[in-house]
């Protein structure tokens, strides 16, 4: 059987390449799902990180690409799709979306978007349990104990079910911002890692 490698959020990268020409065209994102519907249907199905849906590209534009063939590079990691495009495919009229030249190191921008600021607050939060710094809230309630860190997200479990019954949308997403956060200390605390709950949440989706 072939394995496929899925990212943190279940998604594998896929490049779709000028079947004719052998143009690179674009770089997208594929869950199971819209890969079924690519090969399925014959045409290409992203995954629309921004809007967390399928995306038949050239749902609006009208510029499809047909899938010729599609590709596991060696590490099963990344999708080659060989396609017939329609027309241009990058929004910008292009014909590709690598149009850009590239003759000095550009200045960068992080993303910061999705799950990913899980592990990395996790990680200031390693920090603070290591250093200790004068002023620190997250320090101090790690000096409190687990006991204390428990209560508070017993606290603030119970807040954000208040803001869901209330239907205080604003509200509570504060109040799940806090519960996370106050979980993810009592973990350090407690010397769980992440990846732990992930590989159980990764369990429940069978």
């Known amino acids: ?21 052998g143009e690179v065209i674009m770089l997208g994102y594929m869950s199971p799902g819209s890969l079924r519907r ?24 009208g510029n499809f690409m047909h899938v010729k063939s599609a590709t596991l590079d060696c590490d099963g990691d990344v999708i080659l799709v060989k396609v017939e495009p329609g027309g241009p495919i990058c929004h910008t009229g292009n014909r590709t979306c690598f149009f850009t030249p590239l003759e000095a190191l550009p200045s960068f ?18 920090g603070r349990k290591r250093d200790k710094p004068e002023g620190s809230y997250t320090a101090r309630l790690l000096a409190e104990g687990v006991d204390r860190i428990s209560q508070k997200v017993v606290e603030e479990a119970g807040e954000t079910a208040i803001a ?30 992440p990846e732990a709950v992930w590989r159980q949440l990764r369990e429940r989706r069978r």
């Not at 059987?1 to 899925?6: E, T």
């Not at 090969?39 to 609006?60: C, M, N, P, Q, T």
């Open 38 to 61: 690519t090969l399925e249907g014959g045409d290409v199905w992203f995954y629309s990180r921004s809007r967390a849906d399928f995306w038949h590209k050239g749902e609006i534009s």
């Open 164 to 193: 869901g019954v209330k239907g205080d949308k604003g509200r509570l997403t504060e109040e799940v911002a806090d519960l996370l956060y106050h979980t993810l200390v009592l973990m350090a605390a407690s010397g769980v890692k």
């Open 1 to 21: 059987m072939v394995m496929a490698i899925l990212d943190e959020k279940g998604l594998i990268p896929a490049i779709a390449q000028n079947a004719s020409t």
């Open 109 to 126: 921008e992080h993303a910061d978007k999705g799950p990913g600021v899980l592990e990395e607050l996790y990680g200031v939060i390693q």
